[in-house]
C-alpha cells in the first residue's frame, strides 16, 4: 500500500529551511520530524539554495544560540567598559582642572614643563 503523499505547509518548509541551515539538522532527521520523505526535503533545500544563493550563505553564517549568548555578554562587557573609561576620563578632566585652578590661585607651576631635567 502506497503512503499518503503529505504537502509541506510554507511555515513547515521556512522551519524545515531553518533548522536545516541554522541548527546543522540532516536532511534524515528533518524527513522524521516533518512526516516526510527524505526526496521532498532534499528538493526543497537543493531548490531554496539554488534560488537564494546569497541567503543560503547567510543562513550559514548566523551565529549559533551559544555563539549568540556569547556576543550579547561581550556586547555588555564593552558597554561597562565604554562606561569605565567615561567615567576615568571624566577623573582625568577633573584632576586638570583642579591642578589649572591650584597653579592660576597660588601662582606656581604644578606640572613638569616639558624638556625639563
Given at each position: 500500500?502506497?503512503?499518503?503523499?503529505?504537502?509541506?505547509?510554507?511555515?513547515?518548509?521556512?522551519?524545515?529551511?531553518?533548522l536545516?541551515?541554522?541548527?546543522?539538522?540532516?536532511?534524515?532527521?528533518?524527513?522524521?520530524?516533518?512526516?516526510?520523505?527524505?526526496?521532498?526535503?532534499?528538493?526543497?533545500?537543493?531548490?531554496?539554495?539554488?534560488?537564494?544563493?546569497?541567503?543560503?550563505?547567510?543562513?550559514?553564517?548566523?551565529?549559533?544560540?551559544?555563539?549568540?549568548?556569547?556576543?550579547?555578554?561581550?556586547?555588555?562587557?564593552?558597554?561597562?567598559?565604554?562606561?569605565?573609561?567615561?567615567?576615568?576620563?571624566?577623573?582625568?578632566?577633573?584632576?586638570?582642572?583642579?591642578?589649572?585652578?591650584?597653579?592660576?590661585?597660588?601662582?606656581?607651576?604644578?606640572?613638569?614643563?616639558?624638556?625639563t631635567?
Open positions: 500500500m502506497k503512503k499518503k503523499r503529505k504537502y509541506l505547509s510554507q511555515e513547515e518548509k521556512e522551519e524545515i529551511l531553518r536545516h541551515y541554522l541548527e546543522g539538522v540532516n536532511q534524515s532527521e528533518l524527513a522524521r520530524r516533518f512526516d516526510s520523505s527524505k526526496m521532498a526535503i532534499n528538493r526543497l533545500i537543493h531548490n531554496f539554495a539554488a534560488s537564494n544563493d546569497k541567503s543560503v550563505l547567510l543562513m550559514k553564517n548566523k551565529p549559533t544560540d551559544n555563539q549568540a549568548e556569547e556576543i550579547k555578554a561581550l556586547r555588555e562587557e564593552v558597554l561597562d567598559l565604554k562606561k569605565k573609561l567615561h567615567a576615568e576620563r571624566m577623573r582625568a578632566d577633573f584632576y586638570d582642572t583642579m591642578i589649572d585652578v591650584a597653579e592660576e590661585m597660588f601662582n606656581i607651576e604644578i606640572r613638569k614643563k616639558a624638556g631635567g
